[in-house]
């Protein structure tokens, strides 16, 4: 068991099982022992790569389709460009590289990542070299009175989530983080309603699971209120669906699936996310929901994937040929993976995702 995991039995001995959600807080942002807060987990020594490591124009596609929305909106003046969840900076590298091309858009825009990581800050740093930066520990931290064009690529996915089982008639059980024979696992609370998954009993059987994150709806209505009030576009991109439904719940290390309670805060502890929560919080427009694939093949990716190809022979060739394929294919990263597009009322969406 790892240090983090010895300290989580400590405190469910004395207080009794966590929520999924505490357990997630505590695996991934324990100062000490906390996944994110100590590592930089990305890449080929890391547990996980993201669609920018696998390729530049995933980043370059999603800085144009926000370029676009700019120009669509009438290329305001002083505007905030941010990501949240920036990585090591290679998706706003690669943005800020396309939207150079699109006049005007870089004088207009100051630059904004919000990262808690102490570790990943310092990626962000190196990779971004002399661009001047801000950083934000939350989104409200962000410009309140500016535009805001903003990307969000596997964000939302790695907030802590609850778990709720149906039980018979309008109860629910939380599954809950409790100690079994010495060893970290599931269990279910006692039966109890829970007035804030009302809507759910019309399509939930008992012993289905539906996944609650509290924190996504706040982020959105953040968001979304900057957008409503000042303008702007958000592209939020990561897996999972229109609504939670099942366990989707998951461990990854060493870029395998893993057991989540084997060895808290050495692994990436994850959840699909529910875009219908987003969507509706966001007190602006939203576009449909638009797999990655499509979303990408409509921004122009296959066009620039031929152009980068013909400066390329052997294994470079054929790692490039990949990357477009993993980003986009149905079996790849092309179905799971959203894009759900914010935008004000009344300005057309960003290019690329269904009406």
Not at 227 to 234: Q, S
Not at 268 to 289: K, S
């Amino acid at each position: 068991m790892t240090p983090l995991g010895e300290r989580l039995e400590a405190r469910i001995a004395q207080e009794g099982p966590l929520s999924l959600s505490d357990y997630m807080t505590e695996c991934l942002w324990h100062p000490e022992h906390g996944y994110y807060a100590t590592r930089d987990p990305l890449g080929r020594a890391g547990d996980f790569t993201t669609a920018p490591e696998i390729s530049q124009m995933f980043g370059e596609m999603l800085g144009l389709a926000l370029g676009q929305a700019w120009l669509d909106q009438g290329a305001p003046e002083g505007i905030t460009l941010a990501e949240l969840g920036p990585g090591r900076g290679t998706l706003m590298a690669d943005m800020l590289r396309a939207v150079a091309a699109v006049p005007g858009f870089l004088d207009a825009a100051g630059f904004h990542l919000v990262e808690a990581s102490p570790a990943l800050r310092a990626r962000q740093r190196e990779t971004l070299g002399d661009r001047a930066v801000v950083w934000h520990d939350a989104v409200g931290g962000l410009p309140a009175d500016r535009p805001l064009f903003l990307v969000a690529n596997e964000f939302f996915d790695a907030l802590p989530i609850r778990q709720f089982q149906r039980a018979e008639g309008a109860m629910w059980q939380e599954r809950r983080v409790g100690l079994s024979e010495g060893r970290l696992t599931l269990g279910l609370a006692g039966p109890a309603p829970q007035p804030a998954l009302d809507d759910r009993l019309a399509d939930t059987a008992p012993g289905d699971v539906v996944e609650v994150c509290a924190a996504a709806p706040g982020i959105a209505a953040e968001i979304g209120a900057r957008i409503a009030r000042n303008g702007g576009a958000a592209l939020i991109l990561d897996y999972g669906d229109w609504r939670s439904r099942g366990d989707t719940f998951q461990a990854v290390q060493g870029h395998a699936y893993a057991d989540p309670f084997a060895a808290p805060g050495d692994a990436d502890l994850t959840a699909h996310v529910d875009f219908e929560a987003i969507a509706r919080a966001a007190p602006c427009a939203h576009a449909g929901l638009t797999p990655q694939g499509v979303f990408l093949e409509r921004l122009g990716i296959t066009a620039r994937a031929q152009r980068l190809a013909e400066g390329l022979a052997g294994e470079a060739r054929a790692r490039h040929v990949t990357a477009h394929r993993r980003l986009t294919h149905p079996e790849e990263m092309g179905t799971l993976f959203k894009c759900l597009a914010l935008h004000p009322e009344g300005a057309p969406p960003p290019p690329g995702v269904d009406p």
